[in-house]
């Protein structure tokens, strides 16, 4: 059977570590690989124990829903957890959850300013 942690919500006010100034954090779920999962009123939040570091995760990154209900998670024997949101469960492997490496180039193809088109003026050396 899976542990269950519980805990009540905390309201955390840490700017230089926290994605907002008033973030409700509803559970925390420790990993075997030295991380805290929380589930969060702004999404679900790994953060390291030793270093304090954290990367925030949302809807953006594929998770369902940024709000986390209190109460609804678990650490399951495979080391699965599961965290209970507003849109439904979301289910990981704190393991395989890694940084995209991937970094896009990025151009401007077209610049329009009130609807009109900015045209490339050339430059000395360009």
């Known amino acids: ?29 420790p990993d075997p690989h030295g991380d805290v999962w929380a589930g969060t009123n702004k999404g679900l939040a790994r953060i390291n124990r030793r270093t304090l570091q954290i990367r925030n995760y949302t809807t953006e990154d594929g998770i369902l829903a940024d709000e986390f209900n209190r109460y609804h998670f678990v650490h399951l024997p495979d080391n699965r957890i599961l965290m209970g949101g507003l849109e439904g469960i979301t289910a990981f492997y704190p393991s395989q959850v890694r940084p995209d490496p991937f970094q896009p180039n990025v151009e401007i193809t077209s610049l329009q300013i009130n609807n009109n088109a900015v045209r490339r003026v050339a430059t000395a050396g360009a």
């Open 1 to 29: 059977m899976g542990r269950l942690f519980w805990l009540s919500p905390v309201l955390f006010a840490q700017p230089n570590h926290l994605p907002t100034p008033e973030l409700l954090i509803y559970s925390v779920i």
